[in-house]
């Protein structure tokens, strides 16, 4: 996290970039890249020391333990982070920062594995809906077994996506839903030690889905939503909503009448502007973001 004051009362843009998603460790020639991230940009007038809090998502191409910083979900192949703006601070997942979010970059989702499967395409982080991942998967070892339904679906403005629904049938594993702020998780508990398990969900406004693990394959976990104040299709959350009771209000503009203007919002398999100049298509690494102004004539 990293804060902004502003330093005069003027109009600022303000861009952003969601972190990709991750693959697992020393694994990089049976994966295909993972979902990418979105870009979010827009103009909104600050007011001289107008406080902004800046969190940047984690993108990871190496396994981790836990999940990525600002809500990539926990894998074998985690979910990249979100990249969002704030009005308050404090911990990525503390609920009343979260909620106070007027910009939101969503986070791509986790990589796929090559072996026995096919179709394998990524969880992109969204536009106003996070990408579904879409694996197809066939192994001759189980001929019984479904083909679809394994890969995490992509949040959306009110909800988080669904994890693939074709989990394996072990009571040792659990998969996860994304939620507000998060992807959803995989884990695997031996004994008393829990570790990651397949495809994370990508962070956004709401995250993505879980990938689950048919066999020693991965699915593809689902990208995370962006949001941004004032955008038309955004549907902001209540100012009265609890971690435990969300309510959202139907219409664009959050609670705090920060709005943007001129805004733009670009899925993470499209082409967008790249943080280093020119374009790219997705984005990938770790989030970013700029901020840029111009003092307005006396």
Known sequence: MQTFTA????????????ASGGIPANESTLLLAPGMGGYVCGNINL????????????????????????????????????????????DW???ESLKSRIMVAGG?????YYRNTYNREPGHAGGLSGINANCIYSDPDFPNRPS???????????????????????????YGDGGFGRGGYGTKKVGDIYTQRASGGGGGYYGGGHGVH?????????GGSSFISGYPG??????????????????????????FTNSVMIAGNASMPSPSGGTETGHEGNGYATITWQQLPQ
């Not at 949040?155 to 009571?171: D, V």
């Open 7 to 18: 330093p005069l009362t003027t109009n600022y843009k303000i861009e952003c970039w969601g």
């Open 47 to 90: 007011s001289n020391n107008f406080v902004l809090h800046l969190y940047l998502g984690q993108s990871t191409y190496t396994s981790l333990y836990g999940m990525l910083y600002n809500g990539g979900g926990m894998g074998e192949a985690p979910g990249g982070g979100a990249t969002d703006i704030r009005l308050i601070g404090g």
């Open 93 to 95: 997942n503390n609920f």
């Open 108 to 112: 791509g989702g986790g990589g796929f």
């Open 148 to 174: 679809s339904g394994y890969s995490g679906e992509g949040g959306l403005q009110t909800r988080g996506g669904k994890c693939g629904t074709n989990a394996e049938e072990n009571s040792n594993l659990t």
């Open 214 to 222: 048919p066999s020693n394959s991965w699915t593809g976990g689902g």
């Open 234 to 259: 955004c549907d902001a959350i209540a100012e009265s909503s609890t971690e435990n009771n969300i309510v959202h209000t139907g219409q664009p503009n959050h609670y705090s009448g920060k709005a």
